[in-house]
Nanobody, 123 residues
Framework: QVQLVESGGGLVQAGGSLRLSCAASGRTSSTYAMGWFRQAPGKEREFVAAISRSGISTYYADSVKGRFTISRDYAKNTALLQMNSLKPEDTAVYYC????????????????WGQGTQVSVSS
């Protein structure tokens, strides 16, 4: 069993930055692929970024490519999402997810999910 807790959300002006963290417990972070997703009000949850178990491979949604960076800190068992040049359309609840049985995953089929953290970007 893997428990995930997100933090780092908040309110920021357009053009600003935030860094989200996802603390994992239950297993060491090096044993699963991790991803970030988001869900805006009235919209479906969508993929944002993914990182492989090794940390070598990353993948991003086109809407965040060049602005967001996913990484992991094995010593702290965390996955990080650095978000720069934020836009009002980035406003959403951000969720992290983990999968112990694959190298990297881009879809919604992660078995473990956090509770989410709110990110609000004002214009």
């Amino acid at each position: 069993q893997v428990q995930l807790v997100e933090s780092g959300g908040g309110l920021v002006q357009a053009g600003g930055s935030l860094r989200l963290s996802c603390a994992a417990s239950g297993r060491t972070s090096s044993t699963y692929a991790m991803g970030w997703f988001r869900q805006a009000p009235g919209k479906e949850r969508e993929f944002v970024a993914a990182i492989s178990r090794s940390g070598i491979s990353t993948y991003y949604a086109d809407s965040v490519k060049g602005r967001f960076t996913i990484s992991r800190d094995y010593a702290k068992n965390t996955a990080l999402l650095q978000m720069n040049s934020l836009k009002p359309e980035d406003t959403a609840v951000y969720y992290c997810a983990a999968d112990p049985d694959t190298g990297i995953r881009y879809d919604m089929q992660y078995p473990y999910w956090g509770q989410g953290t709110q990110v609000s970007v004002s214009s």
